[in-house]
């Protein structure tokens, strides 16, 4: 069970980071290059909508799995390196809540409107949030090493 649940963290892991990586560094930027905002704006928040459902999903395993095995293990008793991912995870979904749940709604009723300027400017905002969370995620990452 241990193996399968470990394999299920990092794939839900990798879902969210991975994403992060992929959204911030080539879809954004190829979107910006290549389209027009009444193009690039209805693009970003279709896939932002689409990600963000799947970063739900992982976050949830990433959670389930991950209090699980911490509690076999016991806090106390748990690596270093394990406290500093549940801190960093604790922030890092708090900062997707006020993307999904905040921001985003936002944008995408902004674009749904046809004012792609408002919706630009929240898609700015989501970007600043993803790279803190893109960054969080790779300390995490680099955490879960720390006891190996």
């Known amino acids: 069970m241990e193996?399968?649940?470990?394999?299920?963290h990092v794939a839900a892991a990798?879902?969210?980071?991975g994403?992060?990586?992929?959204?911030?560094?080539?879809?954004?930027?190829?979107?910006?290059?290549?389209l027009p905002p009444p193009q690039r704006v209805p693009l970003m928040v279709g896939a932002l909508g689409r990600f963000f459902r799947w970063v739900a999903g992982a976050i949830v395993l990433l959670w389930a799995t991950g209090l699980w095995r911490l509690g076999r293990v016991g806090f106390a008793d748990a690596p270093p390196g394990w406290h500093a991912m549940t801190g960093l995870a604790a922030v890092?979904?708090?900062?997707?809540g006020v993307i999904a749940h905040g921001v985003f709604p936002r944008?995408?009723?902004?674009?749904?409107?046809?004012?792609?300027?408002?919706?630009?400017?929240?898609?700015g905002r989501i970007r600043t949030l993803v790279a803190v969370?893109?960054?969080?995620?790779l300390?995490?990452?680099a955490a879960s090493t720390w006891h190996r």
Not at 107 to 123: D, M, T
């Open 139 to 141: 300390a995490t990452i």
């Open 107 to 123: 944008v995408r009723a902004a674009s749904q409107a046809g004012r792609f300027p408002e919706a630009a400017a929240g898609l």
């Open 3 to 8: 193996p399968l649940l470990l394999a299920l």
């Open 19 to 34: 994403g992060m990586a992929f959204a911030h560094f080539c879809l954004r930027p190829a979107a910006f290059e290549l």
């Open 92 to 96: 890092m979904t708090v900062i997707f």
């Open 14 to 17: 990798a879902v969210w980071v």
């Open 133 to 137: 969370n893109l960054v969080l995620g």
